[in-house]
């Protein structure tokens, strides 16, 4: 199979597989060492191997990650890649509307360039995952 070249290089940038679906939702990053931080987002249809453009996020984002946590997915931290200001925001796409909004909570430390696993709820008493 061939695949679909995105419509923009990009590095920096986050990506998850979107909930029950094989497309792939890619965000932020920047298209080269000069450039700042992008708001852009693509979705890559598996089953139409074609990239489509679906609305930006609020806040441009360059070493954040993207995180599929249930029906959910979240943009976390990151930073404006020119100007060193880390983010601490978080937020949240809507799947049916295909748009981002603010999550409404923060990280307790702005952050860039962070690990991320995602681990089941049922090896920790108590975690819960968001509706």
Request: aromatic share 10%; net charge positive; glycine share 10%.
């Given at each position: 199979r061939n695949y679909t070249d995105m419509p923009l290089p990009l590095s920096g940038h986050g990506?998850?597989?979107l909930p029950n679906s094989y497309d792939?939702?890619?965000a932020g990053g920047s298209r080269n060492e000069r450039d700042d931080s992008q708001l852009g987002s693509y979705i890559y249809s598996w089953?139409?191997?074609a990239w489509n453009n679906t609305a930006d996020m609020n806040t441009a984002r360059?070493?954040?990650?993207l995180v599929t946590v249930g029906q959910n997915v979240f943009a976390i931290g990151g930073k404006q890649r020119n100007h060193d200001v880390y983010l601490d925001s978080i937020e949240i796409f809507?799947?049916?509307k295909r748009e981002w909004n603010n999550f409404g909570q923060?990280?307790?430390?702005?952050?860039?360039h962070f690990g991320l696993a995602l681990?089941?709820?049922?090896?920790?008493?108590?975690c819960q995952i968001f509706s």
């Open positions: 990506c998850t597989v792939i939702l890619v089953t139409g191997n360059f070493g954040h990650k809507d799947t049916d923060s990280l307790k430390k702005p952050r860039a681990v089941p709820r049922s090896i920790f008493y108590g």
